[in-house]
C-alpha cells in the first residue's frame, strides 16, 4: 500500500503570495494518477486537480500540479482570500485502493 | 445538477450496527463506480470501499473489511453501506463520492462529486 506524506503540515502565508505544497509518495504512484483537493470548514473535498496536472472543472488557472512518479507540487500561484483551506494529495492508480495524504493546512499570515 | 445526498448516520453503541445511504441524481447512476469515504472529526480523509458500476466487484479497506458492506441499488440511483461490529475508531462523517467508469475502464478523473456526508457516532 502506498503512503503519502505531505509537507508542510501547515503553512502561513500571505493572500497574494505563492503557495507550494508538496506530496511524497512511499512508491511510485502508477500512470501518475494523482490528485489534489481543496476542503474548506464545514464543507465536502473539492477536486482541483487530477494525473498529477490537469484542472478539474471550473478550477482557475492559478492552480497547477506538477510532478511524477513519487514526488508531486500543489501550487497557487497568487493566494486568493477563498483559497485558505486543507488540500489532500490522493493516489487513485492503484484501484480499488485510493490512499489519501494526511494534508496540508494553508492558513493566513 | 449533479447530486449526493447521504443518510443513516446517527449515534449507536458499540458492537451496533447502522445503514448508510447515499442517493444520487442529475447522472446517469449505473455509469459510475461509487465509494465511501470518512473523516474523522478534526483529522484526514479515510477510503473505506468501493464498488463497480454493475455491483459485481466490492473492496474494502483493511481496516473495515469483514464488518462493512457496500451494495447498490441501480435501479434506485442508491448507494449503501452496512455497517456492523462497530468500533469507536469508526466515528467519522461518511461521504459517498462517484468516479466514471464505462466499458470496464475508469475514467482519468476520480472522485469529481462528493456528497455532503452523514455522521456516525460510535459511543456508549
Known amino acids: 500500500e502506498i503512503v503519502l506524506t505531505q509537507s508542510p503540515g501547515t503553512l502561513s502565508l500571505s493572500p497574494g503570495e505563492r503557495a507550494t505544497l508538496s506530496c511524497r509518495a512511499s512508491?511510485?504512484?502508477?500512470?501518475?494518477?494523482l490528485a489534489w483537493y481543496q476542503q474548506k470548514p464545514g464543507q465536502a473535498p473539492r477536486l482541483l486537480i487530477y494525473?498529477?496536472?490537469s484542472r478539474a472543472t471550473g478550477i482557475p488557472d492559478r492552480f497547477s500540479g506538477s510532478g511524477s512518479g513519487t514526488d508531486f507540487t500543489l501550487t497557487i500561484s497568487r493566494l486568493e482570500p477563498e483559497d485558505f483551506a486543507v488540500y489532500y494529495c490522493?493516489?487513485?492508480?492503484?484501484?480499488?485502493?485510493?490512499?489519501f495524504g494526511q494534508g496540508t493546512k494553508l492558513e493566513i499570515k | 445538477e449533479v447530486q449526493l445526498l447521504e443518510s443513516g448516520g446517527d449515534l449507536v453503541l458499540p458492537g451496533g450496527s447502522l445503514r448508510l445511504s447515499c442517493a444520487a441524481s442529475g447522472f446517469t447512476f449505473s455509469n459510475y463506480a461509487m465509494y465511501w469515504v470518512r473523516q474523522t472529526p478534526g483529522k484526514g480523509l479515510e477510503w473505506v470501499s468501493a464498488?463497480?458500476?454493475?455491483?459485481?466487484?466490492?473492496y474494502y479497506a483493511d481496516s473495515v473489511k469483514g464488518r462493512f458492506t457496500i451494495s447498490r441499488d441501480n435501479s434506485k440511483n442508491t448507494l449503501f453501506l452496512q455497517m456492523n461490529s462497530l468500533r469507536a475508531e469508526d466515528t467519522a462523517l461518511y461521504y459517498c463520492?462517484?468516479?466514471?467508469?464505462?466499458?470496464?475502464?475508469?475514467?482519468?478523473?476520480?472522485?469529481?462529486?462528493w456528497g455532503q456526508g452523514t455522521l456516525v457516532t460510535v459511543s456508549s
Open positions: 463520492a462517484r468516479r466514471f467508469c464505462s466499458g470496464g475502464t475508469c475514467s482519468s478523473i476520480p472522485f469529481d462529486y
Open positions: 490522493q493516489d487513485y492508480g492503484n484501484s480499488p485502493l485510493y490512499t
Open positions: 512508491q511510485s504512484v502508477s500512470s501518475n494518477y
Open positions: 464498488i463497480t458500476t454493475s455491483g459485481g466487484g466490492t
Open positions: 494525473g498529477a496536472s
